[in-house]
């Protein structure tokens, strides 16, 4: 996502939360779907300048800092509750 490049993932785990709207899903038992979502994409335009924007976009609010800062916040909260 960080290169401009449009993410096709899995829906496991925690995959969906991280992309977010930046990237197509597939069942990760599925090799049909995934061979679906990767044409989808070949095959327009659109949808790949709307992935590589999303994703630009999805990767600026996934940094380190942002990462610390919200577990710093959470520590504070656990803490604070007496």
Not at 10 to 15: I, T
Not at 24 to 50: K, M, N, T, W
Not at 55 to 71: D, F, I
Request: net charge negative; aromatic share 4%; with cysteine.
């Amino acid at each position: 996502m960080a290169s401009g490049t449009p993410v096709i993932c899995s829906r496991a785990a925690s995959l969906p939360e991280v992309a977010a709207d930046a990237a197509l899903y597939f069942d990760p038992a599925s090799h049909e779907e995934l061979a679906c979502e990767i044409e989808r994409v070949l095959a327009s335009g659109p949808l790949q300048r709307s992935l590589r924007k999303n994703g630009l976009e999805r990767a600026k609010q996934l940094t380190w800092q942002s990462s610390v800062q919200k577990h710093a916040d959470l520590y504070h909260r656990l803490l604070d509750k007496d």
